[in-house]
């Protein structure tokens, strides 16, 4: 199982663009696993985001439920931090890609527009953040 999740990958078999870190994933995880079909790591942000989603309505104290929520976290930055190094070499592997030129342009041309997607979708979160924040919606409790 260990190593259906954490594949042994030699980047230097794999063109430079897929050896390339993959630094959105610090931002926008979801979009960047789906985008790449890295199936695995979606259920993982989702098993994680529910458990912790479970845990407040858990009834617990207050301070069992921090100390659980920081091993989620360490939990899923181990898995973002597996992606930032790994993520586009997956990508490679999992669509099946072979090292011919014809498909180190298609997959140059999926990162890109993956990556447009995700400065689209920061851009439009840092809007309605900044939108709330001059209506005092976001720091008001």
Known sequence: MFHKIFPKINKSKL?????????????????FVIANKLWIFLYVYLIINL?????????????????ISVFTLAIFMFFTFYLVLYGRALAWNKSGYRDIEEDVVKFKLRQRIIMYVNILLIG???IYLLANLEYGQILSS
């Open 15 to 31: 063109p430079k663009s897929a050896r390339r870190w993959s630094l959105s994933v610090i931002f926008v995880y979801p979009t």
């Open 51 to 67: 458990f912790n989603f479970i845990l407040l309505f858990s009834g617990l104290e207050k301070y069992l439920i921090n100390l």
């Open 124 to 126: 439009l979160v840092v």
